[in-house]
């Protein structure tokens, strides 16, 4: 097929960010200080080093390198409790039937995720074996809004970009959507993802003919 899907993990597929939330919320206890769901949007899309480091800029702390690397590692430790308890349950309204419709077209899909857990996340829920391709923390060396996540992506589809679709619901992942001049679609609040070139609250509103129109628009597809 000549158009491609690379999806974004945590907050597309899973709802995986209230176990980030919790992790972090149990170091910022440890240290002291209040953690909001508020604060955790900043943490969405973001890798988990730059997470930290935005975690105690709102605390406003300063600590040692190898405290910072005790801190990360014990934060995967407590996100880790939860994600290994995870089943296909927790898979986000409207996600299966978004694989299969891509399926039934011959439309291939990758992910592009930030996160390092990510393939044990997707097994966890019964989806690795259904994607073509994973990006995942491990294999870039640039974090989303960087664009390099997504450019291997379409390198995985060996697609150009532009025959690119991305879902993502974090800020920093639209910004890098765009910057690979991929067609972006915003998973959530429109008005968070108002960068996007199209908007949905989450992936049960796709309209069933979503992506007929981008294959019958062949060449012109943004
Ligand atoms: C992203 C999440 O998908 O992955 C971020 O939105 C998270 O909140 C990042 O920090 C890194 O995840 P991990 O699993 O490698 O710590
Ligand atoms: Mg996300």
Redesign the pocket.
């Known amino acids: 097929n000549n158009i491609g899907v690379i999806f974004?993990?945590?907050?597309v597929i899973v709802d995986?960010?209230k176990y980030?939330f919790l992790a972090w919320k149990n170091l910022a206890d440890e240290l002291g200080f209040e953690f909001t769901e508020t604060h955790n949007e900043l943490?969405?899309?973001?890798?988990?080093v730059?997470?930290l480091e935005i975690l105690l800029g709102i605390g406003n702390v300063t600590i040692s390198e190898e405290k910072k690397q005790k801190y990360l590692v014990s934060?995967?430790k407590d996100?880790l409790d939860y994600i290994t308890k995870m089943g296909p349950e927790e898979i986000l309204p409207g996600a299966e039937k978004l694989l299969n419709t891509l399926d039934d077209l011959g439309i291939k899909y990758v992910l592009g995720?930030?996160?390092?857990?990510?393939p044990l996340?997707l097994k966890q829920v019964n989806l690795l074996h259904r994607f073509l391709g994973i990006v995942?923390?491990n294999s870039v060396s640039k974090a989303k809004p960087d664009p390099e996540v997504f450019l291997i992506g379409a390198k995985k589809l060996n697609l150009p970009p532009e025959k690119c679709i991305v879902f993502e619901?974090?800020i920093a992942g639209i910004e890098a959507a765009n910057k690979a001049n991929m067609i972006s679609i915003g998973v959530g609040d429109k008005k968070t993802l108002n960068k996007a070139n199209y908007n949905f609250n989450n992936l049960t509103e796709i309209p069933e003919h979503f992506f007929e129109k981008f294959l019958s628009e062949n060449n012109k597809i943004k």
Do not use: E, P
């Open positions: 974004d993990l945590d907050g995986t960010a980030h943490l969405k899309g973001v890798s988990r730059r997470s934060k995967n996100y995720s930030a996160s390092k857990n990510a996340i995942d923390g619901d974090a």
